[in-house]
Structure formats: C-alpha cells, structure tokens
C-alpha cells in the first residue's frame, strides 16, 4: 500500500502567494511526488481547529498521514519522508519539539508558569532552527530527540489519520490559534496516545507569542476546560 503524505496547513495570503513566498510553500515546491499532497486553507481567516477538523473527516474516506504545519516553516530535511516513518513506528503522534513532562497549569510544551518561565532543558526535547533564509539565524537544541513526551510544539504535528480518527480524537474548535496544540495533546494522552520528538531539519520563522493578548485568552480557556 502506496503512503500518502497529506501537508494540512491555512494560509492568510492566497495559494498563489503561498507558493511563491511562504517557507512551507517554497520548500514543498521542491518536492514533485505524487505521494506529497497539500490541502490548502488560503486568504484564511478561520480558526485553525476548525480547518484541521475538516481535514480529518476528509481522512476517513483517503487515509494518509497527516502533517499539520504552519506556513512558515521552511523544510530543509530532503529525507523527511523517511524520517517521518521511522518515528511514525515508535510513536503514535510525533513533532519537533515537547517536554518530557506536564505539569497543573502549564501554559506552554518549554514554559512552567505564567511567568513565562522556561522548563530545564533536562525535560525538553527537540531540535528547531529559526531564522529567514538559509542559513538560519540559530538553531536551538531544546534536548536530545526521539523521546516520549507529554507535550508537543503545535507548529508541526504529524499522525496516521486513521489512528486520529479511531480513538475520535479532534482539535478543539474553542481555541483560535493559541492552546489548540496543548489541548489536542492532553486529547491524545487521554487517549494513551504515544506523541514524540523526531528529528526533521527545518527553518521556524516565528518565534511564537507568548504572553499576547490572544494567548493569555487562550490560556484561560484552556485552564477552563482541563481545570489544571
């Protein structure tokens, strides 16, 4: 059985515009399999929740494995599809970066309070790069890959459809943008999901938004919902 490889990702300019200037667009210009599919959400202006879930349910009629990016993420990995299943053996959900651990309240995969205060670097797990461009402007080894982790950087989610939708598991469309990622991993533990961090080589170029406005209302759903 042939493996379909389904990038999932919204878009705020149009799909011209995402392939010729996005990370995400640029980089999977590269790559002209007919095993590489992209469902595009363009000119988006929808939760990502919401979007993602109809991804889903498209899932139930084509399998594949879905990957849930963000359009600024530049792939740099030409192996990405082999590296992708190798960890898709080991673990049930995988993704760039997490935290070995989840504690009451916390409102982040790297953060432990609301301070913004970042775990120790014994509990995290993950290697990113950020930057515009080739090369980038760092890369920021959070801790060795390949761990199970309780918590997973929503930048980048990558699961067997059919895995997601036999344990019924969904995004929760009360979040906008920030917290749907936390939430859908305490969906998948739940669930006894194994969720882990693999390494795939690519450029972030956000550095996220902690403590905005949007976020700090995102947190407080979250609290609302999961009560710790």
Do not use: K, N
């Given at each position: 059985m042939t493996i379909k490889f389904r990038f999932v990702c919204a878009s705020r300019v149009s799909r011209?515009?995402?392939i010729a200037n996005t990370a995400l667009g640029r980089s999977l210009s590269l790559f002209r399999s007919p095993f590489v599919e992209l469902t595009l959400f363009d000119n988006n202006r929808v939760g990502l929740p919401v979007l993602y879930n109809s991804a889903l349910r498209a899932?139930?009629?084509?399998?594949?494995?879905?990957?849930?990016?963000?359009?600024?993420?530049?792939i740099c990995d030409f192996f990405w599809?082999?590296?992708?299943?190798?960890?898709l053996k080991l673990f049930d959900i995988i993704g760039l970066a997490g935290n070995r651990r989840r504690l009451p309240g916390?409102?982040?995969w790297c953060l432990v309070d609301d301070a913004l205060n970042w775990d120790s670097s014994g509990n995290?797990?993950?290697i990113v790069a950020h930057g515009n461009g080739f090369p980038p402007a760092g890369v920021n080894e959070?801790?060795?890959?390949?761990?199970?982790v309780k918590l997973?950087?929503?930048?980048?989610?990558?699961?067997?459809?059919?895995i997601l939708l036999s344990r019924n598991i969904q995004f929760d469309e009360a979040f906008d943008f920030h917290f749907y990622d936390m939430d859908f991993c305490r969906q998948a533990e739940a669930q006894e999901l194994r969720m882990g961090t693999w390494t795939i080589s690519v450029i972030h170029e956000s550095s996220g938004h902690f403590g905005s406005p949007p976020w700090c209302q995102?947190?407080?759903?979250?609290?609302r919902k999961w009560k710790s």
């Open positions: 011209q515009e995402f899932a139930s009629a084509d399998p594949a494995v879905l990957i849930f990016v963000h359009d600024d993420i530049y599809h082999i590296h992708l299943m190798r960890g916390q409102p982040a995290l797990s993950g959070y801790g060795p890959t390949g761990h199970e997973l950087d929503g930048v980048f989610l990558a699961a067997r459809s059919e995102g947190y407080q759903t979250y609290l």
